[in-house]
């Protein structure tokens, strides 16, 4: 199965504060990963898909970059209701896998 | 409306087999794929498997010894069953609808495992 590495794992930020948070493949899987939010007591939530498109409801300040191994997700002007805590997901092949996941807090 | 929802025990003693059924609606699972995700307390979350809309499965590799989703369309309900239980499969078990792609757009409420004697 492809391994995802993401960073970093935890990660403290003011309102308004851009941040990023990368997930690093264990082989090219050409652009085929998600990102999802997911707050405490709550089923996740996919934000974007396919590297960089933004899946219907989700806020414009989250973004999505990326190819071949390196990939990256940022929150612009971060909000409250931002805090959370969020995954890449791979689909390039038939089994799937989450990264390890980043908690984002208020600093 | 769309909706999943997940059921099964919530206690299970170790080294014994786990059956969950995500109940859906909404939808038919021939159209649609449904993948199992769970997710111990306090850690992250884990892809366990996917029954695709055609009927085939996938697996993470490293559960798939112990690991079988199966389905009954006409009741539409998808069936995770996982066998030789131990204490770290306890954790909240998901389903969830993927439309296409990589496109995951409606996720049950989730159910809470305990392996515990």
């Known amino acids: 199965d492809i391994q995802l590495t993401q960073s970093p794992p935890s990660l403290s930020a003011s309102l308004g504060d851009k941040v990023t948070i990368t997930c690093q493949t264990s082989?090219?899987?050409?652009?085929?990963i998600a990102w999802y939010q997911q707050k405490p007591g709550k089923a996740p939530r996919q934000l974007i898909r396919?590297?960089?498109t933004l899946v219907s409801g989700s806020p414009s300040r989250f973004s999505g970059s990326g190819s071949g191994r390196d990939y990256s997700f940022s929150i612009s002007n971060v909000e409250s209701e931002d805090i959370a805590s969020y995954y890449c997901?791979?689909?390039?092949?038939?089994?799937?896998?989450f990264g390890g996941g980043t908690k984002l807090e208020l600093k | 409306q769309v909706q999943l929802k997940e059921s099964g025990p919530g206690l299970v003693q170790p080294s014994q087999t786990l059956s969950l059924t995500c109940t859906v609606s909404?939808?038919?699972?021939?159209?649609?794929?449904v993948h199992w995700v769970r997710q111990p307390p306090g850690k992250g979350l884990e892809w366990m498997g996917v029954?695709?809309?055609?009927?085939?499965?996938d697996y993470n590799s490293a559960l798939k010894p112990r690991l079988s989703i199966s389905r009954d369309s006409s009741k539409s309900q998808v069936f995770l069953t996982m066998n030789s239980l131990q204490t770290e499969d306890t954790g909240i078990y998901y389903c969830?609808?993927?439309?296409?792609?990589?496109?995951?757009?409606?996720w049950g409420q989730g159910v809470m495992v305990t392996v515990s004697s």
């Open positions: 029954i695709w809309s055609g009927g085939n499965t």
């Open positions: 997901l791979q689909y390039a092949t038939l089994s799937w896998t």
């Open positions: 082989q090219d899987i050409d652009e085929y």
């Open positions: 969830n609808r993927n439309n296409y792609g990589g496109y995951v757009d409606y």
């Open positions: 396919y590297t960089s």
């Open positions: 909404g939808f038919s699972l021939t159209s649609y794929n």
